[in-house]
């Protein structure tokens, strides 16, 4: 069973929207390359490379300029030059953001190149995405690529395919939908549908491949888009100017042309937090990861066009977290575990030294692994409930240790079956402390 993950929004409003005169060029003679991704939490992580420094980075289709995060870690060797300070403003409810905009940086993702592009580096330690996906991510990029290349995301095999425009050949495809891009501030919005209490309403979606949730929509009573009954308040994710809240819930169906999907999960935000992301008045929310992965995708911006393809996600069920919490990697801990070397087991011995006893036993070891901990908690939560708080260091679920899960598998248990029933142990300011809870379904009646 495919399960999702929610806790990650990267969508940015920028004040000065400024872009630079080249472009990126494929340097082969097919004009074309492969980029292999990785898929955390429905969202793209892949290489780019960054004046000879190689670097992780999200694919998200609604940024209009690359953004460097962690600067402190690389920018000795990144020799980033050229910048002026700005301020960027993104979701959530803070204040903006100081960043240096930084010009004529070369980048390279797989055989792509373009030698003068500009960057935004954000020196605030506070705006580290790495935590709440559990690896290393430097850094997201957008519009700048997608402006240049005809990219095609096959979600099924997870790589990217970068092809120069005057390259790229289209194939017959009967089962494929294809829509019109319509842009504002560089970022591109689609047109589908929802059915909210058995009304079909036309909306106007930005495309946002940086985004974790399936949709969001902005409610307006006036057209009809609105909660339903069921909801639960929750944290929705975590944007450049501050974390995001608001209502989960479920829409009947969600159609893309000839494309429905059923019971789709669908986030209500706070108005507050998207003040500046309703500024284009047409737009109605986005459409984001967790719908786009069930679609392999030919994103076209040059001609305005992106082509899609339902593939072995399409009916995958949509599910959501049921337990009330989001963790987040929280730097590491000294774990005890035994040593199966039989050879250095087998040397451990006594000395005595001065009248002293020194006891020499390797049978253990102690390691440093990642430490979990709790950094959002739903209110009235099955885990809420059950006496769980914010800090908490999860230290086994269901009898095994967290360490030996990644941060992803370990959310994941999270999203199980109705009825499923969690054990943790957990490290409260030192003490350690046991509690159980059982999933529930928020939407029951």
Not at 70 to 87: G, M, P, R
Not at 124 to 138: E, K, T, Y
Request: hydrophobic share 40%.
């Amino acid at each position: 069973m495919h399960r999702v993950l929610s806790f990650i929004l990267l969508i940015f409003c920028f004040t000065n929207t400024a872009f630079s005169q080249g472009k990126f060029t494929v340097q082969n003679k097919n004009k074309s390359d492969k980029v292999r991704f990785k898929f955390i939490n429905n969202l793209i992580v892949f290489p780019v490379e960054i004046n000879g420094v190689e670097l992780s980075f999200l694919l998200d289709t609604g940024v209009s300029k690359p953004i460097i995060f962690n600067i402190l870690n690389i920018s000795d060797s990144l020799k980033i030059k050229d910048t002026e300070l700005i301020q960027l403003r993104g979701l959530g409810d803070g204040e903006t953001v100081e960043a240096l905009k930084s010009t004529n940086n070369v980048f390279r993702i797989g055989d792509a190149i373009k030698l003068n592009q500009d960057l935004y580096a954000v020196y605030d330690s506070n705006l580290n995405f790495a935590p709440r996906l559990g690896i290393p991510v430097h850094g997201i990029i957008g519009f700048d690529l997608f402006k240049d290349l005809v990219v095609e995301i096959n979600y099924t095999h997870k790589f990217l395919k970068l092809t120069e425009p005057d390259h790229y050949r289209y194939k017959n495809c009967k089962t494929c939908e294809r829509f019109y891009l319509e842009f504002y501030n560089n970022k591109p919005y689609i047109n589908a549908s929802v059915s909210i209490n058995n009304k079909n309403i036309p909306v106007k979606l930005l495309l946002d491949s940086g985004g974790s949730d399936a949709l969001w929509l902005f409610e307006n009573e006036a057209l009809g888009i609105k909660s339903s009954d069921k909801f639960f308040n929750d944290f929705l994710g975590l944007g450049l100017s501050g974390s995001v809240y608001g209502k989960r819930s479920r829409l009947d169906a969600f159609s893309l042309k000839g494309f429905s999907l059923k019971d789709v999960n669908v986030a209500f935000p706070d108005s507050l937090s998207i003040f500046y992301a309703r500024r284009f008045k047409n737009r109605n929310g986005s459409i984001s990861g967790n719908v786009l992965k069930r679609f392999n995708i030919i994103v076209d911006y040059q001609r305005g066009i992106i082509t899609l393809k339902k593939n072995s996600n399409f009916n995958s069920k949509f599910t959501y977290n049921k337990s009330g919490i989001e963790l987040a990697h929280d730097g590491v801990r000294l774990v005890k575990e035994k040593n199966n070397d039989s050879n250095t087991i087998a040397n451990s011995n006594n000395q005595e030294l001065n009248g002293t006893k020194i006891v020499l036993n390797n049978e253990y070891k102690l390691l440093l692994k990642p430490a979990f901990k709790i950094v959002e908690l739903r209110r009235d939560s099955p885990a809420d409930k059950a006496g769980l708080k914010l800090g908490d260091i999860i230290l086994s679920i269901n009898g095994k240790q967290a360490h030996q899960h990644s941060l992803q598998d370990l959310t994941h248990l999270f999203y199980d079956d109705i009825g499923k029933r969690i054990r943790l142990k957990i490290d409260r300011n030192g003490l350690v402390m046991g509690f159980s809870f059982i999933l529930e379904d928020v939407f029951s009646d």
